[in-house]
């Protein structure tokens, strides 16, 4: 396939020739762990070093013998999917003694390793930092015992440590999310799904238990997830009195016709007194106060079980890779560091800032110091935790500001998953800004034709965790018909306008701009969000649905790869959806472990296809006995996926058969991720506050009159921060024709995908990681982490 440009730097200068990398998993296992330790081998392997596995963690590193072996290629192969960890994890008592360390230096400097990759919790990477502190002394020691040599002290001076956080709870601060998270909450939402259908049949009261001794992440997102009607987490212990507020908040949305309720409480929940809150307390208050017939479901170590998600397989995929590098770079000087996720961007952070940081949160919740507690996780739990009590319960109408401004909302473009919980978010926090909201059917098409109602608090219950849009959506676009949508507006009085979609969303913003000059009825406030499972929405790094559509791919190529499991040689061709952005195809690749991704940003032509190939046909001799190619649906017009099934079938006769599969509308469809839900919810709430900021800035004389470009704006992640963009300043970043941004971010993911599968290729390492100190408090116009 064609080479990156030659800007990028080539790992000749970075080889890894000489050295030799140990990686290990530490403390309770995570999802992602073993896509993690994939990319350590793979990446090591591939700028010359040597790889170790140590097994068992640090008991395998002081026991040592077979515990600590050299990795190959082909050792890694097949574990992308597989959850947990497959090289092992023990908490060993033995490393924590200066006995144990001294037995564990001994067994690296015999096979030369002075690189370990740590993979873990901040117990596991503080044992890895104190380790290399005292590193040249059990050198010393060893060579006092006759156990090593003298020149090794000189030879083997340093130890170099660079960690992964991989836990469940997203309890470590300095990234935004630990590997596994995602995954587990996956699970959560799973079963809290099917539970809801059980729940709403018998009327019934749940109470889910989930994860989270210390930390109440996995409660408060799935909450928000989910749409809980109460959470209960450490963090914030409810105040006193809580036991009446709550059931008087069950009865109210009982009494509003809704016929369940879920309350989700954290393992370590407690309240204002430092006493635990249990299930089993919970579940007879209920009884006791309301008579509901109530239920209680521990989740326990379903959690921690199951395929990653695609999410935790890229993002451990990045920092396994990350990590190599760091290592690569590090000197004797380096202080050990943790590789992060800042937004959509890898850092690199000192390990024990972040491992101090992370011990000052649980001091202060020791000394009911709450509120500083959750300002220490961050602005990512900071922000969810806002959103939550945001949407979940609504101020009596007397405590409600009145704006007299009327919102509308609506869906334009092809469905995505998670445009529901964005829509839902929307009309509370209107409500809440003391907003009338009105929802609007079908898009622009239903706009023009009047099928615009008001949509209250109670009309979007339950609506986070529907697929689609039940709002309806068309791609009809506003310019036939803006006169027709000039008078709707002024027949309803609507002030200000939040559309949620994805191209075609833009290219309705931009027109309805140009018809300002004509109609002051569109002289109102206008935001859109991107919601589109192409991703191809400039302005934005992420859009929603993407994550949706991620899942469906990578859990699709998992099946077909499995189907070929026991028989012959077999490559699959899969064709992605996506338009001409290969965000799907590219991405997707690199969480299911594809071999190649043909898409149209990065031209193609039939020596690349024959020289994939011969790649492929090459692996099939030695090691591997599946194969899968994706390809994107427009990526070109001549190379379409019969002539590539055909080719791959005739070149690689003998070697291997070929099969091809059409994902289609698949990618569309089902229940949004938690992922798809958070993001649309949180990326909603915001877009809605500032359309109400922006509203009293343009009140004039008795009405609404914006029409500067800065009023009509488009609502992105970009990198750290979400970002408002005037849509007019986004026409010389997109490709109108082909209907993608002239500069996306993920393409420098694609070399990732090549050397993980074998290929020779260059990456820009350019962008990697700096070190970086842990920003305590990010400020306000980065509070932005909206990777969960």
């Not at 954290?266 to 299930?279: M, R, V």
């Amino acid at each position: 396939m064609a080479q990156p440009d030659s800007k990028k730097i080539f790992f000749e200068n970075l080889s890894g020739a000489g050295k030799a990398i140990a990686v290990l998993t530490s403390g309770g296992d995570a999802q992602g762990m073993n896509a993690a330790v994939r990319a350590v081998v793979r990446m090591g392997l591939y700028v010359g070093a040597k790889v170790y596995f140590i097994h068992e963690g640090y008991q395998g590193m002081v026991d040592g013998g077979e515990n600590i072996k050299e990795a190959t290629w082909e050792s890694v192969s097949s574990m992308l999917q597989v959850g947990g960890t497959v090289i092992g994890s023990a908490r060993c008592k033995e490393f924590r003694t200066h006995e144990g360390r001294l037995k564990a230096a001994n067994n690296l400097v015999k096979r030369g390793i002075t690189n370990l990759c740590v993979i873990g919790g901040d117990g596991s990477l503080t044992g890895a930092n104190l380790f290399r502190e005292e590193w040249s002394g059990l050198l010393g020691e060893l060579v006092e015992q006759g156990l090593i040599e003298a020149d090794a002290v000189q030879k083997y001076s340093a130890l170099h440590i660079v960690g992964m956080v991989g836990s469940i709870d997203n309890d470590f601060c300095g990234t935004d999310m630990t590997i596994g998270t995602d995954s587990a909450l996956h699970r959560i939402i799973e079963v809290v799904d099917a539970i809801m259908t059980t729940a709403q049949s018998h009327q019934r009261t749940f109470v889910l238990e989930v994860m989270g001794r210390h930390c109440g992440y996995l409660a408060l997102v799935s909450a928000l997830a989910c749409g809980a009607d109460w959470v209960l987490i450490p963090e914030m212990p409810p105040e006193d009195g809580w036991e009446e507020k709550m059931c008087q908040k069950l009865s109210a949305n009982r009494a509003g016709m809704k016929r369940l309720n879920i309350i989700i409480v954290a393992e370590g929940a407690i309240d204002h007194n430092n006493k635990p809150i249990t299930t089993d307390y919970i579940k007879n208050l209920v009884v006791k106060c309301l008579g509901f017939d109530t239920r209680v479901t521990i989740l326990g170590h379903v959690q921690r079980g199951g395929t990653p998600s695609a999410f935790d397989r890229i993002l451990a995929s990045r920092m396994g890779v990350e990590a190599v590098l760091a290592l690569l770079e590090t000197t004797a000087n380096t202080p050990a560091c943790v590789v992060s996720l800042c937004g959509n961007q890898s850092v690199r952070l000192p390990l024990m800032e972040c491992v101090q940081m992370t011990q000052e949160v649980q001091k202060a919740m020791d000394e009911k110091r709450f509120e500083e507690a959750v300002k220490l996780r961050g602005r990512s739990f900071e922000n969810n935790l806002k959103t939550y009590k945001l949407l979940a319960h609504r101020k009596p109408e007397s405590e409600l500001p009145t704006s007299n401004f009327n919102v509308a909302v609506l869906n334009v473009g092809a469905p995505a998953a998670g445009m529901n919980a964005a829509v839902r978010s929307a009309v509370r926090v209107g409500i809440s800004e003391g907003h009338k909201m009105f929802a609007v059917s079908d898009g622009f098409e239903g706009f023009y034709k009047g099928q615009i109602k008001e949509i209250k608090w109670a009309d979007v219950g339950g609506w986070t965790g529907q697929g689609g849009s039940l709002l309806g959506t068309k791609r009809t676009l506003p310019a036939k018909h803006v006169d027709k949508i000039a008078d709707q507006m002024r027949k309803h009085n609507i002030n200000a306008l939040l559309v949620i979609g994805g191209f075609e969303a833009l290219l309705s913003l931009l027109e309805l701009l140009t018809a300002r000059g004509k109609y002051d009825e569109l002289c109102v406030p206008m935001v859109m969000v991107p919601a589109t499972v192409s991703n191809n929405v400039p302005g934005s790094d992420l859009s929603i649905g993407a994550d949706t559509a991620l899942n469906a791919i990578t859990t699709t190529c998992d099946r077909i790869k499995q189907s070929a499991s026991g028989t012959k040689r077999r490559v699959f061709i899969i064709e992605t959806m996506g338009g001409y952005c290969g965000y799907l195809a590219s991405v997707g690749g690199l969480a299911a472990g594809a071999d190649a991704a043909y898409i149209y940003e990065e031209p193609f032509d039939i020596r690349d296809l024959q020289a994939n190939v011969e790649h492929l046909t090459e692996k099939m001799k030695t090691s591997i006995q599946r194969g899968l190619v994706l390809r994107n649906e427009n990526c070109n017009d001549n190379y379409t996926t019969d002539f590539i099934y055909q080719l791959y079938s005739e070149e690689g006769r003998g070697v291997f058969d070929c099969r091809k599969n059409v994902l289609g509308h698949m990618q569309q469809g089902g229940a949004p991720s938690p992922f798809d839900r958070n993001f649309g919810t949180k990326i909603s709430a915001k877009a809605m506050q500032w359309i109400s900021k922006k509203l009293v800035e343009t009140f004039r004389q008795g009405r609404v009159f914006a029409n500067t470009e800065d009023t009509c704006c488009l609502l992105g992640m970009r990198r750290r921060a979400l970002v408002f963009q005037p849509v007019v300043q986004l026409k010389e970043d997109t490709d109108f024709v082909h209907r993608i941004p002239k500069e996306q971010w993920w393409l420098k993911l694609r070399p990732l995908m090549k050397i993980l599968a074998k290929y020779k290729t260059s990456y820009d390492v350019s962008d990697s990681g700096q070190l970086e100190h842990v920003v305590r408090i990010r400020p306000r116009e980065s509070d932005a982490s909206v990777a969960m």
